[in-house]
């Protein structure tokens, strides 16, 4: 399997979750239920995350222990393999609760540019 940069890798996740926050300011929750764009767009942003979390060297992870790496990796396998069963409760809360100190943690683990 390829070795991945884990600078890369790290500001893909802060991308990507500073586009899920982004995406939720205006909207509300039950618009998850009623705009399919709105929900798969959510949905994916979610799924990047936990992806490019998998390709950060378990160095780097054990490095930054402040960083859910397991939970970003579990939500992202939940999110794809149980693509069916979506409690958009959770990812609502994930994206609303969670990412906003995560778009932090990952930023100070960012060069500058």
């Known amino acids: 399997m390829p070795r991945h940069d884990d600078t890369i890798s790290l500001r893909q996740m802060h991308d990507h979750v500073q586009e899920a ?6 909207r509300t929750r039950p618009e998850l239920e009623t705009d399919r764009i709105f929900f798969l767009s959510l949905l ?12 950060v060297s378990d160095g780097a992870r ?9 939970q970003l990796i579990g939500t992202r396998n939940r999110l794809v393999h149980g693509y069916d069963a979506v409690d958009c409760n959770i990812l609502w809360d994930i994206v609303t609760m969670d990412f906003p100190p995560l778009a932090s943690q990952l930023k100070a683990l ?4």
Do not use: M, S
């Open 21 to 26: 926050i982004a995406l939720v300011q205006g």
């Open 44 to 55: 994916k942003l979610v799924e990047i995350v936990g992806e490019a979390a998998t390709r």
């Open 62 to 70: 054990n490095a930054h222990p402040e960083i859910p790496w397991r």
């Open 110 to 113: 960012l060069p500058e540019p």
